[in-house]
């Protein structure tokens, strides 16, 4: 059975990363073959009789004994460097993250000891998902309630050709006091992200239109959206819905990562190891 896919990512150097591996292991298999038919060589020149020195193959003993030697210790010293090249490929990620809580729009109590900050693209099919489902049972149970802030980053996928201007465009309606109502709407059913939508968004939402579109005309949140995106990064995050959950200290949250659309459980485990448990 194929694994239930609950996060849309894009990484360019995750594909090269996985290209370079292969190299790596279609060389290292080739080196394991050479390496026995040399073992086959070996034998066969074990078996051959005292004769053979004396030039019926062609070459000696002891130069075909040299030869291979040479081989078995190449292969060796490629082999080292194969390992050693696929540790440095592959580095080891770090159990716990680090983020400020510094921009960004916020739910919940500015007094909240646990924080839930989501990475998320306004294009993507399991972001809404996660919106229309857990996010109501998470708001209710521990935003309202003052054991959570929950904190919007932008991490706008390059796959989805709305999600930018649709990043920008919570943002425009924030300026005016309505990023959360706009929120809600980019994310409603169907989803209606291009210029007309985004109009007929912030018109539904009493804005002033003209205000708005001049925002978005302009690219005035464009280099906030782009420090969220190196944020991201930063974490090692490639996906999204992602999740950085834990205790907040400062003007800081550091905790664990949670990737993809997961149900209300898999949240709540985290919020307890934290301390935070609902009403």
Same mark, same amino acid.
């Given at each position: 059975?194929?694994?239930?896919?609950?996060?849309?990512?894009?990484?360019?150097?995750?594909?090269? @990363?996985? =290209?370079?591996?292969?190299?790596?292991?279609?060389?290292?298999? =080739?080196?394991?073959? +050479?390496?026995?038919?040399?073992?086959? =060589?070996?034998?066969?020149?074990?078996?051959?009789? &005292? %004769?053979?020195?004396?030039?019926?193959?062609?070459?000696?003993?002891?130069?075909?004994?040299?030869? *291979?030697?040479? *081989?078995?210790?190449?292969?060796?010293?490629?082999?080292r460097q194969g390992r050693s090249g696929?540790? %440095?490929?592959? &580095? /080891?990620?770090?159990?716990?993250?680090?983020?400020?809580?510094?921009?960004?729009?916020?739910?919940?109590?500015?007094?909240? &000891?646990?924080?839930?900050? %989501?990475?998320?693209?306004?294009?993507?099919?399991?972001?809404?998902?996660?919106?229309?489902?857990?996010? =109501?049972?998470?708001?209710?149970?521990?935003?309202?309630?003052?054991? /959570?802030?929950? /904190?919007?980053?932008?991490?706008?996928?390059?796959?989805?050709? @709305?999600?930018?201007? +649709?990043?920008? #465009?919570?943002?425009?309606?924030?300026?005016?006091?309505?990023?959360?109502?706009?929120?809600?709407?980019?994310?409603?059913? &169907?989803?209606?992200?291009?210029?007309?939508?985004?109009?007929?968004?912030?018109?539904? *939402?009493?804005?002033?239109?003209?205000?708005f579109r001049s925002c978005l005309a302009?690219?005035?949140?464009?280099?906030?959206?782009?420090?969220?995106?190196? #944020?991201?990064?930063?974490?090692?995050?490639?996906?999204?819905?992602?999740?950085?959950?834990?205790?907040?200290?400062?003007?800081?949250?550091?905790?664990?990562?949670?990737?993809?659309?997961?149900?209300?459980?898999?949240? %709540? #485990?985290?919020?307890?190891?934290?301390?935070?448990?609902?009403?």
């Open positions: 059975m194929r694994p239930e896919i609950v996060a849309e990512t894009v990484s360019d150097s995750r594909v090269a @990363h996985i =290209a370079r591996s292969a190299s790596l292991y279609v060389l290292l298999g =080739a080196l394991g073959i +050479a390496a026995a038919r040399s073992s086959v =060589a070996q034998d066969t020149l074990r078996a051959l009789p &005292p %004769e053979a020195d004396k030039g019926c193959i062609g070459i000696t003993r002891q130069q075909a004994d040299s030869i *291979l030697n040479e *081989l078995t210790r190449i292969r060796q010293i490629l082999e696929l540790a %440095e490929q592959m &580095p /080891v990620l770090p159990q716990i993250r680090r983020l400020s809580l510094k921009g960004g729009a916020s739910l919940g109590s500015g007094q909240a &000891p646990v924080a839930i900050v %989501e990475f998320t693209d306004f294009e993507c099919t399991y972001c809404r998902q996660f919106q229309s489902t857990v996010f =109501a049972m998470i708001r209710r149970r521990y935003i309202d309630t003052g054991k /959570v802030r929950f /904190v919007i980053r932008d991490f706008p996928l390059s796959i989805h050709a @709305h999600a930018m201007q +649709a990043a920008e #465009a919570a943002r425009c309606a924030g300026d005016q006091g309505k990023y959360w109502p706009m929120h809600d709407a980019l994310f409603s059913e &169907p989803p209606k992200l291009d210029q007309i939508g985004l109009g007929e968004h912030a018109g539904s *939402l009493a804005l002033d239109v003209d205000m302009g690219g005035k949140h464009k280099p906030d959206i782009e420090t969220d995106m190196q #944020a991201a990064g930063a974490l090692q995050i490639d996906g999204t819905p992602s999740f950085l959950i834990g205790k907040i200290t400062g003007e800081e949250v550091e905790g664990s990562i949670i990737v993809g659309s997961q149900p209300l459980s898999a949240f %709540e #485990a985290k919020l307890k190891e934290m301390g935070a448990t609902p009403p």
